[in-house]
T-cell receptor, first 114, second 117 residues
Framework: KQEVTQIPAALSVPEGENLVLNCSFT??????LQWFRQDPGKGLTSLLL?????REQTSGRLNASLDKSSGRSTLYIAASQPGDSATYLC?????????????FGQGTTLQVKP | GAVVSQHPSRVICKSGTSVKIECRSL??????MFWYRQFPKKSLMLMAT?????????EQGVEKDKFLINHASLTLSTLTVTSAHPEDSSFYIC?????????????FGPGTRLTVT
């Protein structure tokens, strides 16, 4: 069973729109949850990390929320720009892991059209 | 800070040969390094977790004799793909966990594109 599900798998929006990416996870005993950005053929860039004791984190136009009870996290992107086009991945670390091993979702591929 | 490098960024090798990929944490010490594999348009699949000075822990279904991992120091881990075959062609990404960091945050390398002909 997929432990992390990201919806939608792909999204295309015009420049300037505010948008929300969704991530749901099956394990409520998480240590933290991270959102990453991946450009084609590149590695991952960490965007935001939310500890299990936190409900949200903000960085610039990005805001990530965490609701452990419902097993959901959202990434809100305000005033989207063409440079935001990339694949966005969420991943969590289990509380039971002593290494911080991350469980990844399949990602949402975002295209922002100028 | 917290930069992770990988070398090479791209490698092409012939079937049957071995290839080594290096992962380095440039400005911090990493007690734990992770090796992932990514197929086109797919998410990352964890292959193994390596701790400095000890044997790597491999995920189910990953052949430890084929994917040799060495974590000789707190700043260097290597992945060697032995007797490579075309099905080993993939994008390999490493990440490093910050030693002593309370958040277990991982920092990812830029990836290595392996093509086996």
């Amino acid at each position: 069973k997929q432990e992390v599900t990201q919806i939608p798998a792909a999204l295309s929006v015009p420049e300037g729109e505010n948008l929300v990416l969704n991530c749901s996870f099956t394990d409520s005993a998480i240590y933290n949850l991270q959102w990453f950005r991946q450009d084609p053929g590149k590695g991952l860039t960490s965007l935001l990390l939310i500890q299990s004791s936190q409900r949200e984190q903000t960085s610039g136009r990005l805001n990530a929320s965490l609701d452990k009870s419902s097993g959901r996290s959202t990434l809100y992107i305000a005033a989207s720009q063409p440079g935001d086009s990339a694949t966005y991945l969420c991943a969590f670390a289990r509380r039971s892991s002593n290494t911080g091993k991350l469980i990844f979702g399949q990602g949402t591929t975002l295209q922002v059209k100028p | 800070g917290a930069v992770v490098s990988q070398h090479p960024s791209r490698v092409i090798c012939k079937s049957g040969t071995s290839v080594k990929i290096e992962c380095r944490s440039l400005d911090f010490q990493a007690t734990t390094m992770f090796w992932y594999r990514q197929f086109p348009k797919k998410s990352l699949m964890l292959m193994a977790t390596s701790n400095e000075g000890s044997k790597a822990t491999y995920e189910q279904g990953v052949e430890k004799d084929k994917f040799l991992i060495n974590h000789a120091s707190l700043t260097l881990s290597t992945l060697t793909v032995t007797s490579a075959h075309p099905e080993d062609s993939s994008f390999y990404i490493c990440s490093a966990g910050l030693a002593g960091g309370p958040s277990y945050e991982q920092y990812f390398g830029p990836g290595t594109r392996l093509t086996v002909t």
